[in-house]
């Protein structure tokens, strides 16, 4: 089956949907383990906060606000940064991400994010905390989210014979968008909380993908043809999914205030 997938900002076009699958599980084995010890939990959510902010008013891909979330969550598990570096390091794990996963021309400069902050930090503050992180990694910033997990099922989410609203799907690429739409915001939640780091991303993305499935009405929620793509059942998900919709019936029940993304990043 042919499976597209977005790469560097290029479109991968590739007949070996199981050997990306399996590269992308073996990718995530190998990766950093997160054991909660950050000394900056207690202002995660704030940084992740901005980094989502910033990713949206530049019109980066979902990828790399994963991809940045994810470096910054790693950073800072091994890292105390003060408090005055923050924001800097947030911001630099941005365009640390979108260098890998932005084609080139969408790739924003320095000067695109210091703007974003009120030109805070100087030119040489950002290139050295770039190559502070980087060494962090031993340049090995390759990493797979459970954005990139979810995109790759998505291209098998809507499956022959599956009902939205008790109706048979005949224009699947419509149904796919509005189960794209809804798989992202269970995703964005994801990774709101550090309480999903607990889990691989490969599982995460899964219990996202049967999330938007719940919400967009469509049976049966978790065919075989998916459990047999992810490896998991819908019982394996199920923890993560109640999660995920504690965390959504908290939004929809919450009211907030409407504030202009970048009003909200430059007054705080």
């Known amino acids: 089956m042919e499976v597209i997938l ?23 084995s190998e990766s950093i383990p997160w054991k909660g010890n950050s000394p900056q939990l207690n202002v995660r959510l704030y940084l992740v906060d901005l980094i989502r902010i910033v990713c949206e008013t530049l019109k980066l891909n979902v990828l790399t606000t994963h991809l940045a979330v994810y470096l910054l969550d790693r950073f800072m598990e091994t890292h105390r940064i003060s408090k005055q570096q923050l924001k800097l390091a947030s911001l630099t794990t941005i365009l640390i991400a979108a260098k890998f996963e932005e084609a080139e021309e969408k790739i924003p400069s320095i000067t695109d994010l210091n703007s974003l902050v009120n030109n805070k930090y100087s030119l040489k503050l950002f290139n050295s905390m770039e190559q502070y992180i ?6 090995n910033v ?23 609203k008790g109706i048979t799907i005949t224009n699947k690429l419509q149904a796919s968008k509005l189960l794209w739409k809804e798989t992202l915001d269970f995703l964005d939640r994801s990774i709101q ?32 043809p998916l459990e047999t793509t992810t490896g998991y059942t819908l019982q394996m998900l199920s923890q993560i999914m109640d999660e995920l919709f504690r965390i959504y019936e908290k ?14 990043i430059t007054n705080e």
């Open 6 to 28: 977005m790469s560097r900002g290029n479109i991968l076009v590739t007949d070996y949907a199981e050997e990306v699958l399996k590269w992308m599980k073996k990718t995530e």
């Open 134 to 139: 980087l060494k962090s990694f031993n340049w």
């Open 142 to 164: 390759g990493k797979v989210t459970a954005a990139h997990f979810a995109e790759f099922y998505l291209t098998r989410g809507i499956i022959v014979g599956d009902t939205m």
């Open 193 to 224: 909380d550090y309480l999903f780091l607990q889990w691989p991303s490969t599982q995460v993305a899964a219990a996202c993908l049967a999330c938007g499935r719940v919400n967009c009405d469509i049976l049966p929620t978790w065919p075989l």
């Open 251 to 264: 939004d929809q029940k919450a009211v907030t205030a409407v504030v202009s993304p970048v009003t909200q």
